[in-house]
């Protein structure tokens, strides 16, 4: 009998596939300013590089791009729905980014409504609004946090105006000192009074899980741009009555059901269509829903441990710098996200990040952070505990996130010590 040999196939590598949480950036910039804009992670551009042939019309068109469209930005809505633990009957409704999420939810307010919020939040949490809104003071540990309010909103329920909403408005993680808010516990306070509490997710959502349902809150908003996915898109999520019951936020295309033959024979749609009108951000919506499914999938946990070995890494280098002063609401050990604001004694904040930029590649922010009245109030705090008069008026932020590597903070502490 002959044996005929037959050759072995050749062996072909297993592909790679790219980490979906991998971010883009430019070789050789440090970007520690992923508070303000997150980098791009795979995942979102992806997303959008293998949409962007089939790009067509949502909800608007037959045809076999269209109806992928439609599709896909569905989906997105249900992947938000699920990243935030949404409950069956919450909207998601897709806005441009938080403050756009926020004034949404402002203008669908019942009609007097009294907004509760504290002084340590995001303008995009302080301005949106009505007058007659409450402004608590800047409490000095979670449990303040928890006392104030459920001492505010006792008054409010003995005041003259019995029956009316309340809304509490709060963040669920310092965009200034990464400080984590105790939600959970101010969730219940609010219910326990009758009111609603919305939470500003923008920078928590991107560090650590947020399950509205757990949490028991009533609307989140948040925003792509913090969440690696800067196509444009955000979300409110939450309850439907309100949203339902109020007149939509843009009039235009979409959001009717019916448009009669006079101006005023219009009815609405309901839904998270109220308030869509007009073509959608459909490449913002899958972006964002595919850094949501990427990080359901993640070990979550890993990638906290992770943060928080930076995060040490970083305050304690800073600690050991004699000029460098970081500014804290809440105490040194409070639960926070990777992000860090400081201050260099006899330094203008603006003239160091400047250096830092062109002399060590370096990207961090400088200014008030669009929280003027909590940044001004930490800087004179600081003053005070560190015994420095020369605290410039002021601060820097340095923030972290995926991708940010030990020798970049090393890289930003040692050029610290350098300054000219």
Known sequence: MTLTLVPHAPVLPTPVRPD????LGVPG??????????????????????????YASVHRGAGALSRRCTLAYERARQSVADFVGARLDDHVIFTRNTTDAVNL??????????????????????????????RLPVPDSPAGAVRS????????????RPGLPVLVAVTGASNVTGECWPVADLARVAHRHGARILVDAAQLAPHAPVDL????????????????APFGAGALVGRAD?????????????????VGAATHEVRWATGPARHEAGTP?????????????ALTAADRNALHAREQALLTRLRSGLAALPDA??????????????????????????????????????GVRDGLFCAHPLTRRLLSEAAARSGRADLPPTALRASLGLGTTAAEVDTLLTALTTLP
Request: proline share 6%; with cysteine.
């Open 20 to 23: 979906p949480l991998g971010v």
């Open 29 to 54: 910039e440090i970007n520690l300013d992923h508070a303000a804009s997150a980098p791009c992670a795979r995942a979102a551009a992806d997303a959008v590089a293998e949409l962007l042939p089939w």
């Open 105 to 134: 939810l402002a203008r669908a307010l019942p009609a007097g409504t009294t907004v509760v919020t504290f002084g340590g939040e995001h303008h995009a949490n302080l301005l949106p609004w009505p007058r007659g809104s409450v």
């Open 149 to 160: 309010l459920a001492a505010a909103l006792g008054e409010l329920a003995r005041d003259a």
């Open 213 to 228: 349902t757990a949490l028991d809150v009533d609307y989140l908003a948040l925003s792509g741009h913090k969440l690696y």
């Open 242 to 258: 309100w949203l339902d019951a109020a007149p939509p936020y843009l009039a235009g295309g979409g959001a009717t059901s019916h």
């Open 281 to 293: 951000n459909l490449l913002g919506a899958v972006a964002l829903a595919a850094v949501c499914d």
């Open 325 to 362: 002063v970081e500014l804290r609401t809440f105490g040194p050990e409070a639960p926070r996200v990777g992000i860090v604001s400081f201050v260099v004694a006899g330094r203008d904040s603006a003239e160091v990040a400047a250096h830092l930029a062109a002399r060590h590649r370096i």
